[in-house]
Each structure stands twice: as C-alpha cells, then as structure tokens.
C-alpha cells in the first residue's frame, strides 16, 4: 500500500528534502507539503532584497514549482494541530490531511507574548510576506512624508541589526525621510557574536545615525509608540518586532513532547522522542542532545539527514544520527554591500566579505530553481 508523508511548511530544510524528492524520488510513496504561502523567503538574502539589492524572486524559492517538479501535492493552508492517534494534521479550512510519517519545518516568529500591545501594534519580522507588505507601505510613506518618520527596530540580534542596516540603506537611497532606532532589553547589540563584531556593527550604526536604545526592555506598545524601562512613553510611527524565537502553540497543544518555550523536542536523528513517526527540523525543532541557537544555517544543514531519515522512517530500517556543527559562520550584512564574517572569536569584513556571500547564497539559490544534483 502506498504511504503518505506529510511536510509541514516550507522553510530551509523542507526545500532540500523536496529537491531531493525530486532528483531521486521514494518509490510506493505520496508526499504533500502544506504551506500558507507559495514562495518562501531565504533567509540569507532577506536582508539584501529590504535594502534594495535582491529582486523578489533572487531571495524567494518558488515552492509550487518545486514541488510540481518533485510530483508533490501543495496544498495552500497553515496546520493547526496534530491528531497523533489517528495520524491526520487538521488545516486552517477544516480539512483533515491523513499521513503514516510527519516532518514539521514550520520556523518561528519573534517573541512578543510577554509584551502587551504588541499584538495590535507593529508588524514582526515573520510572517515574512506580511511583513514585506507592511515594508512596502513603510517605504512609500517614507519617500511622500514631509517630516521624518519614526521607526523602532525591536531586537538587537544579527537579525534586528541586519534588518535596520538595510532598511536605513533603501530609505536613503529612495531619498525618503525615516531615523531609526534600535532598542534592546540587554546591555550590547549582537550577544550572541564576538566583540570585534560588536565594536564594527556599533561603529555602522553610528555612522549611519541609526539611535541605539541598549539596557531597555519594552513595557508595552500603544497606538503611539512603545513604553520602555524607564516607564517613558517613545513616539514612533511604525514598530518592527525582531525579538528572539517563539513557537506556535500547536505542536505542545497536540500532545508533542516539547522543550520548555515550546519548540518540538527532538533526538540525534531529528525525531520525536515522544512519537516516533514525527520528524521537525529548522527553528521549530529543538535538538536535546545538541542544542543550538535558531539559525538558517542549521535548518539549511538538517535538510540532507532530514531527508535521509524520512526515506528510512517509510521504508522501516534504521535511522541515521545528525550532528550539527559546533561554530558556523556567520556573514552578517551592514545594508550597502559591505558585510563582516563572524566565526567563533574571529571578525573581519569589508565590500570583499559581501561579494563571497553573495556567491554563498546564489549559489544557494540556484540549486532551487535548477535543481542541480549536488550533494
Ligand atoms: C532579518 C533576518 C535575517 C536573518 N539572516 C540569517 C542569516 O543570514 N543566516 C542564518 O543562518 N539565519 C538568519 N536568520 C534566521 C533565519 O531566518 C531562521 O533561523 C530560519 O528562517 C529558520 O528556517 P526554518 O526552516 O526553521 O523556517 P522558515 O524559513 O521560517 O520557514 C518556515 C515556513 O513554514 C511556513 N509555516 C509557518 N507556519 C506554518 C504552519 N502552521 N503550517 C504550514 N506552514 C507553516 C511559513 O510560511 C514558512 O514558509 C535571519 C532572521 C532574520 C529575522
């Protein structure tokens, strides 16, 4: 009898299992993905389509192509939950989809449950085509206004920070009128990275006349602004949520083993511990053994075992291990083509370091839309 696996969003591994469906297909079985949206963002080049120097479709991989290609079913919805007795994902329409084997790759969005307002005012980073509607609004009404307009960047990670660079880049070049701020509730921009990264970016920032708002945590967000730490009320015109990851409820709420924020626990081979017919990669999959911070990186690198696993998850024979790198490299754009490498203690960057990334990432890209067999 035919078997049915079930792929739940298209973020950075789902792309490499689809394309590797695709090159070398399971036999005696149906593969569908369910996904909200046609394309899906790559991450990487995010960043570089904001400040102006990617079109769309250089950053956004085609699913509905890819999966025509790889014979897969798309269907155009979100999951809700999971049944786990009757192995079935209900959609947001209602729908019910049946599967013998489930692999989650379904990203995360900024943390805003612990901020009231936030909800109703500003727009966060993911969703990203939501965000990217909301960006093209900002950006016209930067280019008519006749005062600046007030923008706050919430999060001071190599996302908040990329994403300022780049939007404060494509304001200047449009002509438009924006100031920027970035606020943080800790004491530095980039925690997470060496200090010869965070002495450059700081450096950036200030040249570039982007305000920093560091040791102040956000109380509340009103119709008007943001209430920070100090109980001060701060005007801003639009708010853009870049904080740290946050799962959806669904995968707890559906009786999955998770960790303690929520992301679904998995084990060396990128499988449930508690229901061993579900497989998670990317953001929304937290590896007990291994832990690591959430990062396209590591989704891009689990896609290759991800797929590996689920061929043997269908066919009955033993599942291989996963072990993601210790130190990856980050190259980290400042918004006008230049960026800087942060690997471990070591930072360097400069107009060369944004030309090697580019090449990183069209390479990236290219694989998607030509389907090159490489490994
Ligand atoms: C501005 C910015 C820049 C970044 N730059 C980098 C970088 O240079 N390098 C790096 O390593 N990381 C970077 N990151 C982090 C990176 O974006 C994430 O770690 C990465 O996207 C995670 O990939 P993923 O596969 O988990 O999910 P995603 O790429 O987020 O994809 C998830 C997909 O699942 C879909 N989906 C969501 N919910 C459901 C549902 N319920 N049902 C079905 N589908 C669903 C979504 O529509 C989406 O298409 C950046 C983040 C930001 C905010």
């Known amino acids: 009898m035919q078997k049915r696996l079930l792929l739940i969003g298209g973020g950075h591994s789902h792309v490499e299992v ?3 469906l695709a090159l070398k297909p399971e036999p005696g079985v149906a593969v569908t993905l369910v996904s909200p949206d046609r394309h899906t963002a790559y991450s990487g080049m995010l960043p570089g389509h904001i400040a102006g120097h990617y079109r769309f479709e250089d950053c956004h991989i085609d699913l509905a192509a890819l999966c025509n290609r790889a014979g897969i079913a798309l269907v155009a919805d979100k999951v809700t939950g999971l049944d786990l007795q009757q192995r079935a994902a209900r959609c947001g329409n209602g729908a019910d989809l049946a599967y013998d084997v489930v692999s989650v790759d379904c990203g995360s969005t900024p943390v805003t449950a612990n901020i009231p307002g936030a909800e109703n005012h500003g727009v966060p980073i993911k969703p990203v085509p939501a965000f990217l509607e909301q960006w093209t609004a900002l950006r016209a009404s930067a280019r008519s206004a006749t005062t600046e307009l007030r923008v706050a960047v919430v999060g001071a990670g190599a996302g908040g920070v990329e994403l300022v660079l780049a939007m404060a880049h494509c304001i200047d ?7 920027f701020t970035i606020i943080s509730d800790g004491p530095a921009i980039l925690a997470a990275h060496p200090a010869g990264v965070r002495r450059r970016f700081m450096a950036v920032l200030q040249r570039r006349g982007i305000e920093m708002q560091l040791d102040t945590p956000v109380q509340r967000a009103t119709p008007g602004g943001l209430v920070l730490g100090n109980c001060e009320s701060a005007a801003f015109d639009h708010i853009i ?6 799962a959806p409820a669904w995968p707890r709420a559906s009786g999955l083993q998770t960790d303690a924020s929520g992301f679904i626990a998995v084990n060396r081979h990128l499988q449930s511990p508690s229901h061993a017919f579900v497989f998670a990669a990317g953001d929304i999959a937290s590896m007990l053994e291994s832990p690591r911070p959430k990062s396209g990186v590591h989704a891009v690198r689990q896609g290759p075992p991800l797929t590996e696993n689920l061929r043997r998850a269908l066919r009955g024979t033993a599942l291989k291990c996963h072990h993601p790198q210790r130190m990856v490299l980050a190259l980290i754009s400042t918004g006008d083509r230049c960026a800087v490498a942060s690997y471990g203690p070591i930072a360097f960057g400069g107009a060369w370091v944004w030309r090697w990334k580019d090449r990183i990432d069209s390479r990236f ?8 067999p490489e490994a």
């Open 173 to 179: 070049a449009d002509g438009g009128r924006a100031r």
């Open 241 to 246: 949520w870049v904080t740290g990851a946050a």
């Open 365 to 372: 890209m290219a694989r998607y839309n030509s389907l090159t």
């Open 18 to 20: 689809i394309r590797r």
